[in-house]
Structures are given as structure tokens and as C-alpha cells.
């Protein structure tokens, strides 16, 4: 499955600085929108970024994160969009120009059965392919994910109108307005020595062709 170009992006998030012990440390501002505030979002649900998450694990495994398309109750399905590329950037140089890109699609088989395509993926020679909800595995220590998850995002709703109408910070640490909601995500595992560097900028971007 060949992913095809001539893409327009539509969303991208991004977090930048040098990923030492566990911090991105310096990260320059950056602006961004989540969870249906980008322009155009409500009209193009499935390229809708709503978060983007990045850290580094213990063993030296860079994990990325994206999590997309409108939030679902408990139960409900995932969003897949075969027409919608997303995309992993990593810039190991400082010079906001991507050195490495890795890119996921979705499609059909004749079966109507969702399967996933990752690209790009540093330190392996091919792409990982798989069905949905299934981890795939590369043979040089990249993994793959993508499927219907809770949203890992915290807030508290309740408390930040709250805090807006009085002016008096009204956050109660243990009330998630998010809690039992579903998004859909991809999450990518490379190794940090396929990288070359730890002093990375990261970002999401979507694109429709």
C-alpha cells in the first residue's frame, strides 16, 4: 500500500525542547488547538487533532502519541478515514525541518475490515502493517498502535467556568469532566538510538489528499 501525496494539512500540534531525564526542558511557545477548536474541525471530524503527547521511557524508547476525531461515550467505535494521512515529525538537528517522518494510514480489505500502515519509521526498513487494535512490531524494536482509547486528557470543566465567572481558581484535582469519554489514537514506539540525538522537536500534523 503506497500512501499517496498531493496532501492539504488541516491540523498540526507540536512540542518542542531537549528531552533530557524525562523533561522537554526549553520549548519555545507555540500555539495550538485541541479537541474541535481548530478551524474547520466540525467539518472534518476524522483529521481533527485533539491532543499530542511525546516522552521517553526508561529504556530509551521514544513514544509518541495523537489522539483524534470527536470525543465518544464508553462503547463507542473508533473513527478511521482512509483519505486522512497522520503524521509523526521529528526534528533531531534544531532546525525545525523534519529528519525523520513517520505517517499512518488507514484502510479497507475486502472484508471491510480496518487495518493500519505506518511509514517512516526510523530504524526500520520497511512499514508496519496490522489490523487495528492489534500491536504490530518491527524487527528493530519500533512498535504501532491505533485504536479507540479513554482520553488520557485531564479537566476539570466544573471548575474552570467556575473560575471564569468568579475570578477565585475553583479546580478540584480529583473531578475529570473528560473521565469514561473515548477518543481515537495512534501511538508510535521508536527506539532513541535509531534517532541519533535526545535533543528533539516533535509535532502532529493531519492531511487530507
Not at 487495528?132 to 467556568?161: H, R
Not at 475529570?176 to 532513541?192: F, H, M, Q, R
Request: include cysteine; charged fraction near 20%; glycine fraction near 10%.
Amino acid at each position: 500500500m503506497a500512501i499517496r501525496k498531493n496532501w492539504t494539512m488541516l491540523a498540526a500540534l507540536c512540542v518542542t525542547g531537549a528531552m533530557l531525564g524525562g523533561h522537554l526542558t526549553d520549548a519555545p511557545e507555540a500555539s495550538a488547538a485541541d479537541h474541535a477548536e481548530a478551524p474547520g474541525a466540525a467539518a472534518d471530524s476524522a483529521a481533527d487533532i485533539a491532543d499530542f503527547y511525546a516522552w521517553h521511557t526508561q529504556n530509551d524508547t521514544l513514544v509518541m502519541v495523537v489522539t483524534f476525531a470527536p470525543l465518544t461515550p464508553a462503547g463507542g467505535e473508533a473513527t478511521w478515514d482512509a483519505d486522512v494521512l497522520y503524521s509523526f515529525h521529528i526534528d533531531t538537528d534544531g532546525d525545525n525541518t523534519p529528519d525523520f517522518d513517520v505517517r499512518t494510514r488507514f484502510g479497507q480489505n475486502d472484508a471491510d475490515e480496518w487495518g493500519m500502515l505506518v511509514e517512516g519509521l526510523p530504524g526500520e526498513d520497511g512499514p508496519l502493517v496490522g489490523p487495528v487494535a492489534t500491536m504490530a512490531e518491527g524487527t528493530n524494536g519500533a512498535k504501532a498502535w491505533a485504536g479507540i482509547t479513554d482520553d488520557p486528557f485531564f479537566f476539570d470543566l466544573e471548575g474552570f467556568e467556575t473560575t471564569l465567572m468568579t475570578g477565585a481558581l475553583s479546580f478540584d484535582p480529583n473531578r475529570d469532566s473528560l473521565a469514561g469519554v473515548n477518543v481515537t489514537s495512534i501511538v508510535v514506539e521508536v527506539p532513541l538510538s535509531a534517532l541519533g540525538s535526545t535533543n528533539l522537536s516533535l509535532w502532529a500534523t493531519t492531511g487530507r489528499k
